[in-house]
């Protein structure tokens, strides 16, 4: 399908530019948007009433019939022929690619979505890729024209493998409720009507004109320094080629970064923003090149960030309108924008011809400077949206994609004021066997009324009770232990039944939106419970925001592979936290504390207070994580060696530690190891130096100790003195 579209541009620019001036081409592109609004209407008419795994399929039949027809009459009226194949491109190859996501996405689960259709995607660019080189091989070999046959056996094979999913899909894809049909007049009317709808359409609308401007420049330019034919279809065909190879590229490095870091507003700002950007360099600095690179960079961006954006602007929307509407806004909206634009060219071109080009570029940064007011307005309607949809049950987060900031950030504050109180009344039935309890649903209901209560006695007699809090009591309690009063008892009733109740726990633990009382809590629970489900959650628990919960989860960790040594730790995220501490900056370093609170108990810890106190909690919390992943025990000394005042001990701490620690932590981390200076950063020893530098460390151990011990004695001195 990809491959067809790539090929079918460069082949459908070169027919229609090697028969007609360049002039003419705003005309057609105006001629084919009307009718590619036309066909998305009809499109969305037949999709609604018999649903796209029916039209789709027969889509690519009729298409792949059609493109042989075009075959025989470009061997005969090349012109006319140019007419038709512009117009097949334009509208039926969009509306075909956009039935074909809504056929996946209303058979699949979110689950399997998350994990497949980003492989789909990556083998639609491949195809793209060997789309654009068949091309213009068989261009070379055999003429333009040539290349028909090859398209149509290209949407002849889409037809046969979408019927095949039609077939199966009952046994191994789960459909949608479609709720009521909507009609296409009904969805224009929605979209006309519907402030959020309306605000897609306009940005579908005002990105297209942007784009339609810069294609009219740059076609102009190429089809004035190139010759018709086998130069020019190589052109285009390296030109969109080109481009599917860097959205891929972008798809696979940059999205889902984006997404999770920036949110949708930057993935769908960074489409106008390149505009804005590459317009006005092609501006400063005319010609083929730049005006290509500002062209080429647009369809790059739209094509992967700004695309996995605006998809998930649509999930707010029901199914049926989705349906009804999507294909309107997708093809109907995109059309109109080229219609714009072409309008916008022939006004220009009648007007200034020698200026044209520049013109058209200041145009289109125009347009794309209007789209940063529509993109706020979107991101502002899709959090109302996803808001209301969440509250009134219409949306469920089974039914999200929950992999960008947005959606993240407003699921978090949604479920903040979410009035749970009835949660506690979901009891299992032979329907929904949520849980089993030994308990009556009476004697649940007052322990969770009591729980619930905010007093003090109440609360501490349901969880110093003399039997286990129950299944559907684990949730208030973990919300307890926010409370200083009863954090105590609540860490005493979840200890006992914290092994079988992990999963609560670590969700607790790795939601940002948990409170962080609870969040620096739950670690020391969970350093008692077996399993790898705790070693994963303790490990994202080390990226948590809060660098107390930070220090938790890594004393955790230690605690659980002490007890079971086995355990399949992910050493490299242990080395990015780590990395991740060192490069927050001195101050930050220095600055970073924890609370004394009940969960801190004396002696459990390696490091003493003095040493803590000498060091910073920073530097102890790090050696703690190294110790995870390296061998402990000569850790802890070099740690110690490097907080004594004998220089040759510190010395020996930083080479041992010099030669252990992997590059790329070791050069973050020396400035706060190496504190004077002194030993530089020397290149990392053979195996067989390190062994010596090893046993060096450890024959110094005793001598370690007896320094420390004067130290404390000093210390202990200086308190007395400071006390009297």
């Known amino acids: 399908m990809i491959g067809y579209q790539v090929a079918a541009r460069a082949m459908r620019d070169t027919m229609f530019l090697s028969n007609f001036d ?43 019939v059609f493109t042989l027809g075009e075959w025989w009459l470009a061997t005969r009226r090349a012109d006319v022929a140019a007419i038709l194949i512009y117009l097949h491109v334009a509208a039926v190859g969009p509306a075909l ?16 979505a998350k994990r497949r ?41 889409c037809a046969a493998m979408l019927f095949r999913i039609r077939r199966v899909a009952p046994t191994i894809m789960s459909g949608v409720s479609d709720g009521p049909r909507v009609s296409a007049g009904q969805a224009a009317r929605r979209l006309a009507s519907t402030p959020y709808l309306r605000n897609l359409a306009l940005l579908i609308l005002g990105t297209s004109v942007s784009a339609a401007l810069l294609d009219f420049v740059f076609k102009g330019q190429v089809s004035a320094a190139t010759r018709p034919g086998a130069d020019l279809m190589r052109v285009f065909t390296v030109f969109y080629t080109g481009v599917a190879l860097c959205t891929f590229a972008i798809q696979a490095l940059a999205t889902r970064v984006t997404l999770e870091r920036g949110g949708l507003t930057r993935a769908i700002g ?78 220009v071109l009648a007007v200034t011809p020698r200026g044209a080009p520049l013109a058209l570029i200041a145009i289109a940064v125009f347009c794309a400077l209007a789209m940063f007011a529509v993109v706020s307005r979107l991101q502002r309607g899709y959090v109302m949206s996803l808001e209301a949809g969440l509250r009134a049950g219409s949306l469920t987060l089974a039914s999200l994609e929950v992999q960008d900031a947005t959606t993240r950030a407003t699921l ?42 905010g007093d003090v006695a109440r609360v501490r007699a349901v969880l110093a009770g003399p039997s286990e809090l129950d299944a559907t009591l684990v949730p208030q309690a973990i919300r307890l232990l926010a409370r200083e009063e009863t954090a105590r008892d609540a860490m005493h009733a979840l200890r006992q039944i914290a092994p079988a109740h992990t999963g609560q726990l670590v969700d607790a633990l790795i939601d940002p939106s948990t409170d ?55 050493h490299e995220r242990i080395f990015d936290a780590i990395q991740r501490e060192a490069t927050a900056g001195r101050a930050v370093w220095d600055a970073q504390k924890v609370l004394d609170h009940i969960d801190d108990r004396a002696g459990e810890d390696d490091y003493d207070e003095l040493l803590r106190e000498r060091a910073g909690l920073s530097l102890e919390h790090v050696f703690v ?31 041992y530690l010099e030669n252990v620690l992997p590059p790329a932590v070791r050069v973050v981390l020396w400035p706060y190891l190496d504190t004077d200076g002194r030993s530089g950063l020397a290149p990392r020893r053979h195996t067989h130096e390190r062994s010596e530098v090893l046993q060096t460390l450890l024959s110094s151990h005793r001598t370690i100790e007896i320094e420390l011990e004067a130290l404390r004695k000093r210390s202990r001195g200086e308190g007395r003195i400071e006390g009297s």
């Open 97 to 112: 690619i956009s039935g074909f996501w809504s056929i996946l996405t209303e058979r699949m689960d979110p689950r399997s």
């Open 412 to 453: 978090e504050s949604t479920f903040s004021t979410l009035d749970l109180t009835g949660l506690h009344a979901l009891r299992p039935t032979a329907e929904h066997p949520l849980a089993t309890s030994s308990l009556p649903d009476d004697a649940i209901t007052r322990s969770m009324r009591d729980l619930r209560s």
């Open 270 to 347: 960074a489409l106008p923003a390149s505009v804005v950007v590459s317009g006005i360099a092609a501006a400063v600095v005319p010609g083929p090149w730049s005006v290509g690179i500002a062209r080429g960079l647009e369809a790059i961006l739209r094509g992967s960030l700004f695309r996995a954006g605006y998809e998930l602007l649509y999930t707010p929307i029901p199914a049926a309108e989705k349906r009804a509407t999507k294909t309107l806004v997708d093809v109907g909206c995109d059309r109109f924008g080229e219609a714009i634009g072409a309008v916008l060219t022939l006004g």
């Open 117 to 157: 259709i980003g492989l789909i995607a990556g083998f639609g660019t491949l195809g793209g890729l060997l789309g654009g080189v068949v091309a213009e091989r068989i261009t070379v070999w055999n003429g333009v024209a040539a290349t028909l046959p090859a398209l149509a056996v290209m949407h002849g094979g």
């Open 22 to 64: 360049f002039a003419r081409l705003p005309w057609m592109v105006a001629g084919a948007s009307v009718f590619a609004v036309a066909f998305a209407l009809l499109a969305t008419r037949a999709m609604s009433r018999y649903g796209p795994s029916h039209v789709i399929p027969a889509g690519f039949a009729v298409s792949a």
């Open 516 to 570: 962080f009382a609870v969040r620096r809590r739950i670690p020391r629970l969970l350093a008692g419970c077996p399993g790898v489900r705790v070693l994963d959650g303790l490990t994202q628990g080390l990226t948590d925001d809060r660098f107390e919960v930070r220090v938790r989860c890594a004393r955790a960790l230690a605690r659980v592979l002490k007890r079971e040594p086995g355990l399949p730790l992910d």
């Open 625 to 655: 994580m190294l110790s995870l992943v390296l061998p402990p025990e000569p850790l802890r000394i070099a740690y110690r060696g490097l907080h004594v005042g004998d220089p040759h001990l510190r010395g020996t701490a930083l080479e």
